[in-house]
């Protein structure tokens, strides 16, 4: 079927029309040259760009986020307490699911206690995620569920749950939720992004952060019912087969080399500024991330790592240098492994990284939370090494492939708002240009999972047909100034993904 977009501005000329036929983009021009269609789409005065992808994303736990329990924002321990409390009373006696909460940003400066917690969930078994998800407050009734993790590396007996305890304890947690609390939640995850003009999501699976059934349950979603393409990743050290089995895009999806900042478990070369007994934590040995790599450019997969602090990093780029050195650079190259945060690199790993093609998956409203004086990375780091995190303009200049994401639902999902925050980066010399931002928030998506079919995520004859209209008067570049000085992000009237309507404007 050929569906025009009638009326929309290419840059900036206005009057313009797109025409798609099937999953492509059959022919662009003026209206008063448009060729005849079974559908026509009246956009008259939107602005017409490519579709965006969001490179990694959690779907069932930002639904559930989304449909439950969200603590992100909350000012004061108090003000946490109460909306745990209002959700408990709206829904009583069912498990509680929730994320958000940052005590770095409370007067307080500390967690719930388990007594504190108790009383807020009415007794409920709840896990509350820290806004990061490596670390969980746990009520007494969830941790009844899972006596197993009284026994773990990181277990408090306060009810905060860090490293070994946590992933034993968040997987306990994740056998309680519903077969239909699942799909509820993946289906909003969906909804809400193709509302955001996003074509396809990046869902980071793993063993420790979803499970298997749950990335099974999105893939058939994905299949059976329209929104943004799930492109999905299984985090497991050693387990590739199952991309050919799932019809994956990589072994890549949450594999953790090592924790984050807030929680104290990112592994770091010098201790923490806040917390001086402590580095972090490497959560795999030299010879198991060289493993990984080893087995999946033997089979020409795609493997990629979760590595934050910059002591992961460098170990996941002696990885890289010990398998080049076996298969040869191009070997490496053309798997274009993953690195999921990457925030804390050092020059020698940039370095290593930019030679064998590795692809940057970051997210850049990490640095708009956390980044800046006063604030959590330098409270945690000090100030010299906050200022060199999500060093993006270092990694444009080396030639590394960047795909920007939102990690939701540790961030919201929000494009718009990953672009404005590479953009205004609180590191001037770690901004990416408008032009840069945009390219790694579309394309870059596209090419960190593998598709490199010619014009992809651009609007081009031939391109595959993944675009969305938005009502604004502005260009891009002046939108994003905007959004940098706190504006709301316009409204998106039309999102196609490979030539199918998923949100917005019905044909006429």
């Given at each position: ?9 290419l840059g ?5 029309g ?5 999953q492509?983009?059959?022919?662009t021009g ?5 060729p ?20 990694h ?16 924002g909350t ?33 307080e ?13 009415r ?10 998800v490596?670390?969980?407050?746990v ?8 006596p197993?993790a ?25 056998a ?9 939640a993946?289906?909003a995850t ?5 509302e ?15 499970g ?18 799930v492109?999905?990743y ?16 990589g ?5 953790f ?8 478990t ?15 934590v ?20 795609q ?8 002591a ?6 002696r ?33 290593t ?39 993006f ?10 795909a ?17 925050a590479?953009?205004g ?10 032009d ?10 596209w ?7 010619p ?40 999102t ?5 309507i ?7």
């Open positions: 079927m050929k569906t025009l977009l009638a009326g929309v501005r900036t000329r206005p009057g313009q797109v025409l798609v036929e099937g492509q983009i059959a022919w003026p209206m008063r040259q448009a005849s269609a079974e559908r026509v789409i009246e956009l008259s005065g939107c602005l017409l760009l490519p579709a965006f992808v969001d490179a994303v959690h779907a069932t736990a930002t639904g559930l986020s989304l449909a439950g329990l969200d603590l992100h000012s004061s321990l108090p003000a946490a307490l109460d909306r745990i409390a209002a959700h408990a009373d709206a829904h009583p006696g069912q498990p509680i699911f929730g994320t958000g909460w940052d005590e770095t940003t409370w007067p400066r500390r967690v719930p206690t388990l007594d504190e917690l108790d009383r807020a969930t007794g409920a078994p709840a896990y509350l995620a820290r806004v990061d490596h670390s969980a407050i009520s007494t009734a969830m941790l009844a569920r899972c197993d009284r026994i773990c590396n990181g277990f408090d007996p306060n009810g905060h749950l860090r490293l070994e305890a946590h992933h034993v304890l968040r997987r306990a947690a994740q309680v939720i519903t077969v239909e609390q699942r799909l509820v993946q289906r969906r909804s809400r992004a193709a955001l003009g996003i074509a396809a999501i990046h869902e980071m699976a793993g063993p420790d952060i979803s298997l059934a749950d990335l099974e349950s999105l893939l058939h979603l994905d299949r059976e019912e329209v929104g943004p393409q492109l999905g299984w985090g497991e050290l050693g387990e590739t087969d199952i991309v050919a089995e799932l019809g994956l895009a072994a890549a999806g949450d594999l080399c090592d924790g984050a900042f807030g929680s104290h990112a592994a770091l070369h010098r201790p923490y500024l806040d917390a001086p007994a402590t580095s972090g490497l959560y795999f040995t030299d010879e198991q991330v060289t493993g990984h790599l080893h087995q999946a450019t033997a089979s020409g997969v493997a990629g790592f979760h590595c934050i602090g910059d992961a990093i460098d170990q996941v780029a990885g890289f240098e010990v398998v080049a050195a076996e298969f040869g650079d191009h070997a490496v190259r053309a798997c274009r492994h993953r690195l999921e945060h990457v925030e804390m690199p050092s020059p020698t790993a940039l370095s990284f930019a030679r064998l093609g590795a692809v940057g998956s970051v997210q850049p409203a990490f640095d708009a939370a956390w980044g800046g004086l006063g604030r959590m990375y330098e409270t945690r780091l000090g100030t010299s090494r906050a200022e060199g995190l999500n060093p303009a270092e990694y444009a200049s080396c030639g590394i492939t960047l920007l994401g939102s990690d939701a639902p540790v961030t919201p999902i929000d494009p718009w708002g990953g672009v404005a590479a953009v980066h609180r590191t001037v010399a770690s901004r990416l240009t408008v840069q931002a945009m390219a790694a928030a579309t394309v870059g998506g090419e960190a999972a593998g598709d490199v079919r014009n992809v995520g651009t609007i081009a004859v031939g391109a595959p047909a993944h675009l969305a209209a938005w009502a604004f008067e502005d260009t891009v570049a002046d939108l994003v100034v905007t959004l940098i000085q706190g504006a709301p992000v316009p409204e998106c009237a039309l196609l993904s490979e030539g199918e998923i949100h917005g404007a019905q044909p006429r």
